[in-house]
């Protein structure tokens, strides 16, 4: 079936440096990607998304690009800011099924 | 309504004491989801509402588990003789059309302590 695999967290770093989440999937159709985002005490919020190969999604400077010869949704940002320290969920859907399939989650913790 | 919305935000109750939760899904969003999450983890799906129906329930963990919705809306989830392993925040998701392939919106979720 369809799986979603992300690094372990959590990812430590400092104000500014460059961020990268692994995300990679299995699935046997053409999957649109999301990365959602979790702050403390809050529910997920969708960050970006790409529907199909090559496509790029983007927002808040996050950025992430969809590879269907490596089958990978990697997260990146160039200059991450204390206010980024969440949890960075990856997830995939296809338009047959009816449930988003989740990866486990990375907890990102941004130091001053 | 602009979001979806969950009530309470936070629950304590005593255990073996019956619980209610409550999710006001995005107006027209005709799929609804919940999840469970447990302190520190990922998400555990729990059921699935297409309109009234639920087409997939395989994610209740025990028969003191049970949820509806009503007019397409308002889904409620009660556990019944609740223990303090049911402790966890109950996220609600909500989603246009048969398939997740537009994402799905979020509540901010309901806090449930047993104690």
């Known amino acids: ?112 | 309504g602009a979001g979806v919305s969950q009530s309470p935000s936070n629950k304590v109750t005593e255990k073996g004491k019956d619980v209610e939760l409550r999710c006001d899904p995005i107006s027209g969003h005709t799929a609804l989801y919940w999840y469970r999450q447990s302190l520190g983890q990922g998400l555990e799906f729990l059921i699935y509402f297409q309109g009234n129906s639920a087409p997939d329930k395989s994610g209740l963990p025990s028969d003191r588990f049970s949820a509806e919705r009503t007019g397409g809306s308002v889904s409620t989830l009660t556990i019944q003789r609740t223990q303090q392993e049911d402790s966890a925040v109950y996220l609600c998701a909500s989603s246009l059309g048969e398939t997740a392939n537009y994402g799905y919106t979020f509540g901010s979720g309901t806090r449930l302590t047993v104690v």
């Open chain 1, 1 to 112: 079936g369809d799986s979603v695999t992300q690094m372990e967290g959590p990812v430590t770093l400092s104000e500014e440096a460059f961020l990268t989440i692994n995300c990679t999937y299995t699935a046997t159709g053409y999957p649109s990607l999301f990365w959602y985002v979790q702050y403390p005490g809050e529910g997920l919020q969708l960050l970006l998304k790409a529907t199909k190969a090559d496509d790029k999604g983007s927002n808040k400077g996050f950025e992430a690009t969809y590879r269907k010869e490596t089958t990978s949704f990697h997260l990146e940002k160039g200059s991450v800011q204390v206010s980024d320290s969440a949890v960075y969920f990856c997830a995939l859907s296809d338009l047959t099924n009816y449930q988003l399939i989740w990866g486990a989650g990375t907890k990102l913790i941004i130091k001053p």
